[in-house]
């Protein structure tokens, strides 16, 4: 079943980040470290191994890649839930790393995982020089002016423009500040492997999507205690969104549309990658 293989990566992926933290000095600095990678879904490590073991690769090998994507991807949270940025209190159904602490915490804490992201790159076990070269240089293009930090940047320009973001713009803007990591993450198997990674950044690049439109969604219908963080934000603050463009129907139906983008891309791997299809099926079904 997709859900547990799901819950047992992410299990897996955080068990690896908290080893590595264990090591690190008892300060203010790694306690909110420790607790900034904790709970979530672990999608983008699930990806990682799971785009791992269609290529033969076993988890164990690859479980610094996947712990490097949600390091990662927990630095972008820290850091998007300042008061300067999104301003944020409340992450994962628990206070934001800000709150608990103090902005500077939240600030050194998100700097040292994204160090903490390439530091695990280096591990040996994810095969030669090249490739891990290649997997830091990938991770180093979604994470910044190309793509997440881009993300973020367009997403604040936003807050302060006198014109709502067109559906072309909200689909860079997406997928730079969501949709790369999660290409990266899904293609980091492949690399691993040393195979050809376009089917899977096809389907990553769709199944991004897909996701941010059911956030979009979400954000609108679903239930703050359930999500875990503060919704209807972006209606409030006047922001255009895949919903206000397209309306709830025409969200739903262009989500569905790109898991099926999805799943086709998926077809050079046979019944192999039906793990990865039914990821993509769970992304638009969050209560939607």
Request: include cysteine; proline fraction near 3%; hydrophobic fraction near 50%.
């Amino acid at each position: 079943m997709f859900v547990t293989a799901l819950a047992e990566d992410a299990a897996r992926v955080q068990a690896h980040l908290l080893a590595v933290l264990g090591h690190r000095e008892d300060l203010p600095l790694t306690d909110a470290m420790r607790y900034a990678v904790q709970g979530g879904k672990g999608l983008r490590g699930f990806l990682v191994l799971e785009g791992a073991r269609l290529h033969g690769v076993s988890p164990d090998q690859a479980v610094a890649a996947a712990a490097a994507a949600e390091a990662l991807h927990a630095y972008s949270l820290v850091h998007d839930d300042l008061p300067a940025m999104d301003d944020d209190d409340l992450r994962r159904g628990q206070p934001t790393v800000h709150v608990k602490w103090d902005e500077a915490t939240a600030i050194l804490a998100g700097d040292a995982l994204q160090t903490l992201a390439f530091e695990l790159l280096s591990d040996p076990a994810l095969g030669s020089a090249e490739v891990r070269i290649a997997l830091v240089a990938g991770l180093a293009r979604a994470a910044g002016a190309q793509g997440m930090v881009l993300g973020q940047a367009l997403d604040m320009a936003a807050e302060t423009s006198a014109t709502p973001l067109t559906l072309a713009q909200i689909t860079r803007l997406q997928a730079g500040k969501t949709g790369a990591l999660i290409r990266w993450s899904a293609e980091a198997g492949a690399v691993i492997a040393g195979a050809d990674p376009a089917p899977l950044a096809a389907y990553a690049t769709a199944l991004g999507l897909a996701f941010q439109i059911a956030d979009d969604i979400l954000d609108v219908t679903g239930d703050a205690a359930k999500a875990g963080k503060r919704l209807q934000k972006d209606a409030a603050a006047g922001k255009a969104t895949f919903v206000s463009l397209l309306g709830l129907d025409g969200a739903r139906d262009r989500a569905r549309a790109l898991v099926e983008d999805a799943e086709a891309a998926l077809l050079p791997y046979g019944d192999a990658a039906d793990t990865l299809r039914h990821c993509a099926r769970f992304v638009i079904a969050r209560d939607m």
